[in-house]
């Protein structure tokens, strides 16, 4: 498996490029040719606010768009996993139904979270993966 490292392009073995235009849009570019066709590709994100989950968006359709079939997500924190109920009427219940459903409309092989704070998370979440931070 393959590792685009959203958090550090250093540390990434597929490398990447970064779009920001003015109106706050960001865009994200890999080159074709840095992965052969099969090969699975893991995301790695800190995951910590919108413009996070603006780019896991951005580099799975870009992954999509060049046929990559087997992408999964690894996120130490998930955006959202406190946020787990609906606190006063007229609100929304954030993880529920904001966060999961445009993560499970990525369609992601697994995704992995770091220790969530949260049952709710685990319920929601398509293909969900844990990790104990004991280990």
Do not use: W
Not at 8 to 18: C, F, G, R, V
Not at 67 to 83: A, D, E, H, W
Not at 101 to 113: A, Q, Y
Not at 117 to 131: G, W
Request: with cysteine.
């Amino acid at each position: 498996m393959r590792v685009i490292n959203l958090t550090d392009l250093e540390k990434s073995e597929i490398k990447y490029k970064i779009s920001k235009f003015p109106d706050g849009q960001q865009n994200i570019t890999i080159d074709k040719n840095q992965f052969e066709f099969g090969t699975p590709i893991q995301i790695k994100s800190r995951l910590n606010n919108f413009q996070d989950l603006e780019l896991i968006i951005a580099i799975t359709q870009s992954l999509r768009n060049l046929n990559v079939k087997q992408i999964c997500l690894y996120t130490p924190y998930f955006l959202g996993s406190r946020s787990d109920r609906q606190f006063e009427e007229g609100s929304c219940n954030y993880l529920k139904q904001v966060i999961c459903p445009i993560i499970n409309s990525l369609n992601f092989e697994s995704v992995t979270v770091l220790d969530p704070h949260s049952d709710v998370l685990e319920a929601c979440l398509n293909n969900f993966k844990k990790i104990d931070n004991l280990y």
